[in-house]
């Protein structure tokens, strides 16, 4: 993110009417600041890569790279990417899902107020909780297909690490991580650390995703679920 407390902006949508009107409505909002505006996912990554912005706005359904793709590509293409808030039609698009799977920090709706829409943008790019928990969790618990066991290779948690995970499924940030299970803030990043790498998650939201897909919790209810592997040998500090 930028040194100041602005936070800029790159709006990726295929219709030029979502765009003006998105970029219109966010620029007058305090601390946005819409650098671009992308027509498509090629164009999403060339503009994000030469203009750095600290969030991308990414439509999923656009011509050519979708914007599905298009997350999953920002992910490895720069040092420190973007993060990558998806708007979306309908709040239980399959889409939506994918492109959380895919790295996106959250979603907001089309029809959403703009001034939900900016503390979306403003939420991901100055905080490291889960954006909008409770649709999160809808969205997975939609799904019909039940969650998944866990993928060959993913290794057991530490019981500690179940309770981060499910804090995180909730939405909570790792200062209020750190004050609800009292200990210091440094053990709370060291345990985040070590579930992204466990799960191969390159951030909280799609650590909570698959979360969710390999059982660790339960969908719609952020409860552990009583069958996956933790290792209870390993300490809970």
Known sequence: MTTTATVSLLVADD????????????????????????????QALALATELRP??????VRMPGIDGIEATRRLQTALPRPPKV????????????????????????LK?????QIAHAVRLVATTDSVLFPDAVRRLVA???????????????LTGREAEILRLMA?????????????????????HVSNLLAKLGARNRTQAVILAYEYGFVVPGTGSPAVDRPVDTRLSHS
């Open 15 to 42: 219709e030029e009417l979502t765009r003006t009107g998105l970029r219109t409505l966010l620029s007058a909002k305090p601390g946005l600041d819409v650098i671009g505006e992308a027509a498509d996912g090629h």
């Open 54 to 59: 600290d969030v991308v706005l990414m439509d």
């Open 85 to 108: 808030v998806v708007i979306t039609t309908f709040e239980n698009d399959e889409y939506v899902y994918d492109a959380l799977r895919a790295g996106a920090s959250g979603f907001v």
């Open 111 to 115: 029809r959403a107020p703009s001034e």
């Open 142 to 156: 939609a799904r019909p297909s039940p969650p998944a066991r866990p993928a060959r290779g993913v290794p057991p």
């Open 170 to 190: 909730r939405g909570l940030s790792n200062p209020d991580i750190a004050g609800r299970l009292v200990v210091s803030l440094e053990t709370v990043k060291t």
